[in-house]
């Protein structure tokens, strides 16, 4: 198995001033960091966090694609909500995308995300099997 460490941009401007990526791909492991419903610095789906959460997905798949993965190789994700009682709207979001994969996860309620505006922020972790 390789080790070679892939860092994987998505060109937010808080990658560099926080100091991460995207993404990180170690081997046949690739780590999605939170990732938030924002575009060029506007937030999606805004008072909608079925919106937020479908934008997020998206954004994670292009994240695994680069490090040449799928959402079919998502074996984890961490869900964070600003309010639990929308938990349903994030659920079906998500099932949509993964209620075939079936990966481990949780959602927990947080008391705020970087910008005020945002309802979901979502952690992934993906394994590519040889």
């Given at each position: 198995m390789s080790t070679n460490r892939q860092n994987i941009s998505s060109n937010a401007k808080w990658e560099e001033m926080f100091g991460y990526s995207r993404a990180v791909r170690i081997g046949n492991l690739i780590e999605v960091s939170g990732t938030a419903s924002v575009d060029g610095g506007r937030v999606v789906g805004l008072n909608d966090v079925y919106v937020q959460t479908k934008f997020i997905i998206k954004k994670i798949k292009k994240a695994l694609n680069e490090a040449g993965a799928k959402l079919t190789d998502v074996?984890?994700?961490?869900?964070?909500?600003?309010?639990?009682?929308?938990?349903?709207?994030?659920?079906?979001?998500?099932?949509?995308?993964?209620?075939?994969?079936?990966?481990?996860?949780?959602?927990?309620?947080?008391?705020?995300?970087?910008?005020?505006?945002?309802?979901?922020?979502?952690?992934?972790?993906?394994?590519?099997?040889?």
């Open positions: 074996i984890r994700t961490r869900i964070y909500v600003t309010d639990i009682s929308l938990q349903n709207e994030v659920g079906r979001a998500h099932a949509e995308s993964f209620r075939e994969i079936k990966p481990a996860t949780s959602m927990v309620e947080v008391k705020a995300l970087v910008l005020p505006e945002l309802l979901v922020e979502i952690e992934a972790t993906a394994f590519l099997q040889n």
